[in-house]
């Protein structure tokens, strides 16, 4: 199966999902800020490159109506494969808990998104854009500190790319 048709079906799960639970959760009403650690997988033209990174994320999860809220989740990606390259990396839209007991809570963000790679030697960048989806599986240590564990995924459209970035980190509510 192509990597076009694999996104397209994913696209329509994650618009299930959302169109599933458009009622079903009470939200959370507090702001998150998360930082943690990640790892980026980058497959394209039958290239396969990996690279550790940083993320960094806001959501909050009432900011249009009481169910729908906004994403931003942001990352640095230092080195990717074998050259010397950074990277960064941005996906905002909206965001729905599809999940919440108090304890544990799934927030999913499906967005834009957009990445610039400078590679050292040569001198040379890229910038694409595409759309993604980021989900978080969060467990809520205390009514301020939590922890997660992300999955992100990225189909560029400029240049052929398909990204996975799962992470961990820390986060606090406020």
């Given at each position: 199966?192509?990597?076009?048709?694999?996104?397209?079906?994913?696209?329509?799960?994650?618009?299930?999902?959302?169109?599933?639970?458009?009622?079903?959760?009470?939200?959370?009403?507090?702001d998150?800020?998360?930082?943690?650690?990640?790892?980026?997988?980058?497959?394209s033209?039958?290239?396969?490159?990996?690279?550790?990174?940083?993320?960094?994320?806001?959501?909050?999860?009432?900011l249009?109506?009481?169910?729908?809220?906004?994403?931003?989740?942001?990352g640095?990606?230092?080195?990717?494969?074998?050259?010397?390259?950074?990277?960064?990396?941005?996906?905002?839209?909206?965001?729905?808990?599809?999940?919440?007991?108090?304890?544990?809570?799934?927030?999913?963000?499906?967005?834009?998104?957009?990445?610039?790679v400078?590679?050292?030697?040569p001198?040379f960048?890229?910038?694409?854009?595409?759309?993604?989806?980021?989900?978080?599986?969060?467990?809520?240590?205390?009514?301020?500190?939590?922890?997660?564990?992300?999955?992100?995924?990225?189909?560029n459209?400029?240049?052929?790319?398909?990204?996975i970035?799962?992470?961990?980190?820390?986060?606090?509510?406020?």
């Amino acid at each position: 199966m192509k990597i076009k048709n694999l996104c397209a079906i994913f696209i329509l799960i994650m618009m299930t999902v959302f169109c599933v639970d458009l009622y079903a959760q009470e939200q959370g009403k507090s702001d998150q800020l998360s930082f943690g650690a990640s790892c980026i997988i980058a497959l394209s033209d039958e290239t396969v490159s990996v690279g550790p990174g940083l993320q960094v994320s806001w959501v909050s999860p009432c900011l249009f109506t009481d169910f729908l809220g906004l994403g931003i989740h942001g990352g640095l990606i230092m080195p990717i494969g074998q050259e010397i390259a950074y990277g960064l990396t941005l996906i905002a839209g909206p965001c729905m808990t599809v999940y919440d007991n108090d304890t544990f809570r799934i927030p999913i963000t499906l967005g834009i998104n957009a990445n610039y790679v400078i590679i050292q030697l040569p001198e040379f960048w890229v910038w694409n854009v595409g759309i993604g989806a980021v989900s978080d599986f969060v467990w809520q240590i205390n009514q301020k500190w939590f922890t997660y564990g992300r999955v992100q995924a990225v189909f560029n459209l400029g240049a052929f790319e398909f990204l996975i970035t799962p992470g961990l980190g820390m986060g606090f509510c406020f």
